[in-house]
C-alpha cells in the first residue's frame, strides 16, 4: 500500500437468491479518482478467509459422508435446510478488520442448536461471491 491512505466505507450489502452479505468497516484506496480494494490480492484472500471462517458442517463416514455438527458431532442429515446467519471476522494483512453479516441456507443442530451454513455448496458458494460483487458494485469499490 506504500504510504497510500485507506478510506472506509459505511456496511454495505448485497444479495443473490438466497444469499446476502453486510461488510462493516471495509476498507477502500484511492487509485486515479476512484475506490479500489485495499490491496492487489484483496477479493481471493478475502474470499478465501470468509469460507474458512464460516461456520460449516464437518462430516464423517467413510464411503458415504454424513453431515455432522462442529460442536457437538450429532448427525444432521435430517435437519432441514433454513435460512441461517452468521458472523464473522476477517483480518487481512495490515487492514482494519471486516465484519461480515450472512444469511445463507444452512441447518440448526438438533441437540445444541449451533448453526453452519451450507457454505460447501456450489450453487451457494457461488451466490455468496455474487452478492459480495454487488455490495462491491454499490459502493463502486473495484478490483485492483
Request: glycine share 10%; with cysteine.
Amino acid at each position: 500500500m506504500r504510504g497510500e491512505q485507506l478510506g472506509e466505507v459505511p456496511p454495505i450489502s448485497g444479495a443473490k437468491h438466497e444469499s446476502s452479505v453486510t461488510l462493516t468497516g471495509m476498507s477502500f484506496r484511492m487509485k486515479k479518482g476512484e475506490r479500489h480494494f485495499p490491496y492487489s490480492e484483496f477479493g481471493s484472500e478475502f474470499i478465501g478467509a470468509l469460507h474458512k471462517q464460516l461456520p460449516k458442517p464437518t462430516h464423517r463416514g467413510l464411503n458415504r459422508w454424513t453431515p455432522v455438527c462442529p460442536a457437538c458431532g450429532t448427525s444432521l442429515a435430517g435437519a432441514g435446510v433454513q435460512q441461517t446467519r452468521a458472523s464473522v471476522n476477517i483480518a487481512l494483512r495490515t487492514i482494519p478488520t471486516i465484519r461480515v453479516d450472512v444469511d445463507m441456507p444452512g441447518r440448526t443442530c438438533p441437540a445444541c442448536g449451533h448453526a453452519v451454513v451450507l457454505i460447501g455448496d456450489r450453487d451457494i458458494a457461488s451466490d455468496v461471491s455474487d452478492a459480495l460483487i454487488e455490495a462491491f458494485q454499490r459502493e463502486a469499490i473495484k478490483p485492483g
